[in-house]
């Protein structure tokens, strides 16, 4: 007999697809919208470009910092690695990052869906919604099409972990050495991948000791080799300036703020996932999937809360939520779970008819939760329609972005990015571009995108050094005697991290004389101060 609720679950299946396709939609228009922007959009992109220029002539991005141009990079390579074939061709550019980054957000959400079509209950719909709602997500919205290399973590991550969950309990020795491959590259992407490997090497042990022994000593062995090969050819700095610069600050507000954020957002798919865990736990054995899920949501959220962290730090718990949910949605529409007492005794029959409704009025719910769009221009008609208005703020201007955010700001680590460029964001960067042009000196910039533009070097990594400098290990003699000389024709600054005794050696030897206002951020122009004399020519 034909379920009378079927006709209603698809109907509301549909809708749940067009609004998420509709998230989707906006994500590709964001990021063709960037991938056309020639310089930095959010803080350190430039960074990544100079990191990806280096190794493209083979030059490692760990460099002294306290020689000029007092520059090197915090992160490991393979991203950078991964961009430098294109500046061979393209020389020095954001395009190509963001858009690997882009790429890179498409794969995971391809990996989710399969993983849930596999492991689930073949539900291609399903599939194809938990594929949709990891794209969806606010967190990663803001990363994805970035020349960061968050999201390519992920991307490797996921991988992994598809492949070993099929692979691990087969005792597939060419899939397991795959995922563990992909769970190497993660970690040679960013260093956070270090909770997906405790995740995932956990995992092994529980199912096969003997094997995840004999898989954890090779992983291990290999990882060891390349750390000890990149720390002898840099010199010793990748020790210093990718571990111990990478030691911060912790911020409990942020953490906590960041945590209730995520849940805010994503709570129609965390509790799901959630309760996918319980029923594992007690009824069936934990899945890679789940013990994935409770380190990422757990270490990677208390990895958040340190200074220069955010949300970004739990965009793969949601990858991990995504899936669960999505296996949980699938099984409960088919009733497919494996015999146990405690099962047994729950009415699955009727829940299965309830989740006819249940699962896509949750990714309905899901999808207004992560609600993100402009409401300016062809979107404006839509914003009327759907009673919503500019939620962002710049709090420096009053020309502020037409852009809703359902996230609105609030949280501290969110970053404040997502809106739309404009020409007039172009013309702002060509304006500072063309004040580094009317000098022959070097020029000192907090974005490195502009001295790139501008063809000159780039000088600093001014996170980098506040990093070592509270770490210990950076001096700055050297730049605060070019500073004090007036050695640099032009200096730009954005959010001013540089360490406290470079930004009052600025102070007394330049002076600000204009401001320009580009990609949410008051950009300082500084020049050399008139007449002033260095203290030790004095």
């Known amino acids: 007999m034909r379920n009378p609720g079927l006709p209603l679950h698809r109907a509301l299946m549909l809708c749940a697809t067009i609004a998420l396709l509709f998230a ?6 964001y990021a063709a919208n960037l991938i056309a922007f020639p310089y930095d959009y959010d803080q350190g992109e430039g960074f990544e470009v100079q990191d990806s220029a280096l190794l493209s002539q ?18 490991p390579p393979l991203f950078h690695v991964m961009a430098a074939p294109f500046v061979w061709f393209f020389g020095p550019a954001y395009w190509y990052g963001r858009l690997l980054g882009f790429a890179a957000s498409l794969l995971i959400a391809a990996a989710i869906a399969h993983a849930v079509y596999r492991d689930g209950h073949q539900n291609r719909w399903i599939a194809l919604l938990a594929g949709l709602a990891f794209i969806s997500s606010n967190f990663v919205y803001h990363i994805g099409p970035l020349f960061r290399q968050t999201i390519m973590m992920v991307a490797f991550e996921t991988l992994a ?4 969950a099929r692979a691990f309990p087969r005792g597939d020795k060419r899939g397991i050495t795959l995922a563990l491959f992909f769970l190497l590259c993660a ?8 909770i997906t490997a405790l995740a995932v090497i956990l995992w092994m042990f529980l199912r096969g000791p003997r094997r995840a022994l004999i898989c954890t000593l090779g992983f291990g062995l290999a990882g060891g080799l390349v750390f000890l090969w990149l720390n002898l050819a840099s010199g010793g700095q990748w020790w210093t300036q990718a571990i111990v610069a990478n030691v911060n600050d912790f911020f409990y507000d942020q953490a906590v703020g960041l945590f209730r954020l995520w849940f805010g957002l994503h709570g129609f798919l965390l509790v799901p996932a959630a309760l996918l865990v319980v029923v594992e736990l007690y009824a069936d054995r934990l899945s890679i999937y789940s013990i994935w899920f409770l380190a990422t949501a757990a270490l990677g959220g208390i990895s958040a809360g340190t200074w220069g962290a955010g949300d970004s730090y739990l965009v793969t718990s949601i990858a991990a939520a995504c899936m669960l949910s999505g296996i949980f949605f699938s099984r409960m529409l088919a009733n497919a779970w ?17 989740s006819l409704l249940l699962a896509p009025i949750l990714y309905l719910g899901y999808a207004r939760a992560t609600l993100k769009m402009p409401t300016t221009g062809e979107f404006a008609p839509l914003a009327d329609l759907l009673g919503i208005e500019r939620n962002v703020s710049f709090h420096t201007r009053q020309d502020e972005p037409g852009f809703y955010d ?31 042009q009317q000098t022959d ?3 000192l910039s907090e974005d490195a995108g502009f001295a790139i533009a501008a063809g000159r070097d780039v000088v600093t990594n001014p996170t980098q050094l506040r990093n070592l400098y509270l770490a210990g290990q950076f001096a700055g003699d050297e730049l605060a005697r070019m ?13 001013q991290f540089f360490p406290p005794h470079i930004l009052e050696a600025m102070g007394q030897a330049y002076v600000h004389n204009e401001t320009v206002f580009m990609n949410g951020f008051d950009y300082l122009l500084l020049f050399p101060r008139p007449g002033y004399e260095p203290r030790a020519a004095s």
């Open 58 to 75: 083979f030059t490692l991005p760990y460099l002294d910092t306290e020689t000029y141009p007092f520059y090197s990079s915090n992160y």
């Open 24 to 29: 989707c939609l906006v994500y590709t228009l």
């Open 483 to 495: 500073i004090e000389y007036q050695e640099f024709g032009l200096i730009i600054l954005r959010a």
């Open 406 to 436: 359902s996230a609105s700001w609030i949280a501290g680590g969110y970053a404040r990015i997502g809106y739309f460029l404009t020409e007039a964001d172009h013309a702002a960067g060509a304006q500072i571009v063309a004040q580094i």
């Open 441 to 443: 000196k070097p020029v």
């Open 187 to 194: 970690g040679y992407t960013k260093q956070l991948a270090a």
């Open 161 to 164: 972990v598809v492949v070993l």
């Open 338 to 354: 494996r015999p146990s007492r405690i099962l047994q005794v729950l009415p699955l029959a009727r829940i299965a008819s309830v």
